[in-house]
């Protein structure tokens, strides 16, 4: 199969450019990156429930981009990016805020 037919396949695929199934999920990228943008963000200036949205959110629709058709792995790539960058934000936070080593007796006085 030559370059000018892949690129014709994917041109006509359910889920190629000339579709919202495509562009929806190829957007959607611009979350997963700023928010490993954002790894570098001091913990203290995470949110809890903003990263909890982005993690479960990422999880669930994981799974529905899975058996939803037409097949878009962009879609499957997109979400799981959010729950990975969601996750791990969280784990940064509760580490900053549960077994952080820096904190001083004083604070609980």
Request: aromatic content about 12%.
């Amino acid at each position: 199969m030559g370059a000018a037919s892949k690129l014709q396949a994917f041109w006509n695929h359910p889920a190629g450019p000339k579709t919202i199934h495509f562009w929806a999920p190829t957007f959607k990228w611009v979350i997963s990156i700023a928010n490993a943008a954002d790894f570098t963000k001091p913990p203290e200036n995470i949110s809890y429930p903003m990263q909890l949205v982005v993690a479960c959110s990422g999880l669930i629709w994981s799974r529905y981009s899975m058996v939803i058709i037409p097949r878009n792995l962009n879609l499957v790539g997109v979400n799981m990016a959010m729950a990975g960058t969601g996750f791990y934000q969280l784990s940064r936070k509760i580490r900053h805020d549960h077994f952080s080593e820096t904190e001083t007796t004083a604070d609980h006085e």
